[in-house]
């Protein structure tokens, strides 16, 4: 099915940034792994999985529209410690959320409700799960310290 060349030139820049913060993601849970933060590498191992799960719809939807994806992801630089690695994350939600809204917008203006609805359904969980659990983060290490912060994450917390 033919899609709206404008949507789908959009879905491919919104897919090159889901993949970027899928291996940012990768990266910080691994590194929290290695740091021995359990708790924090369980749940960014989890956004990396919700990533992948974004950009694989992303990825489905450009090819139902008869697009040619764009598998390289867009540029970034990992975080080296534990603040720096949850502002790095902040900031990627942040822009990926602003993005997601200017996609909305154009598939409304493009009569793509299909795509649209994958969007808004992105951008919840951007918003909702994501983005509010790093300001949740955050706002502990300000509030406890980060030292008191490292040491509630040594351990996983039971799901």
């Avoid at 764009?70 to 939600?93: C, Y």
């Avoid at 706002?139 to 310290?145: S, V």
Wanted: overall charge negative.
């Amino acid at each position: 099915m033919q899609g709206s060349q404008a949507v789908v030139d959009y879905l491919k820049e919104l897919l090159r940034g889901e993949l970027a913060a899928r291996d940012q993601y990768f990266i910080h849970s691994r590194r929290y792994e290695d740091m021995g933060l359990q708790a924090l590498y369980e749940r960014l191992n989890h956004e990396m999985e919700e990533e992948t799960q974004h950009a694989d719809a992303l990825l489905r939807r450009i090819l139902m529209l008869e697009g040619e994806p764009d598998m390289r992801p867009s540029a970034f630089t990992p975080g080296k410690d534990v603040e720096e690695m949850l502002r790095k994350d902040l900031d990627t939600e942040f822009e990926v959320r602003a993005n997601l809204k200017q996609g909305i917008a154009l598939c409304e203006q493009e009569g793509d409700y299909v795509s649209r609805q994958i969007l808004v359904t992105q951008l919840d969980d951007t918003e909702q799960d994501h983005a509010h659990w790093l300001e949740q983060q955050l706002r502990l290490i300000t509030m406890i310290g980060l030292q008191n912060y490292q040491q509630a994450q040594l351990n996983a917390s039971p799901a």
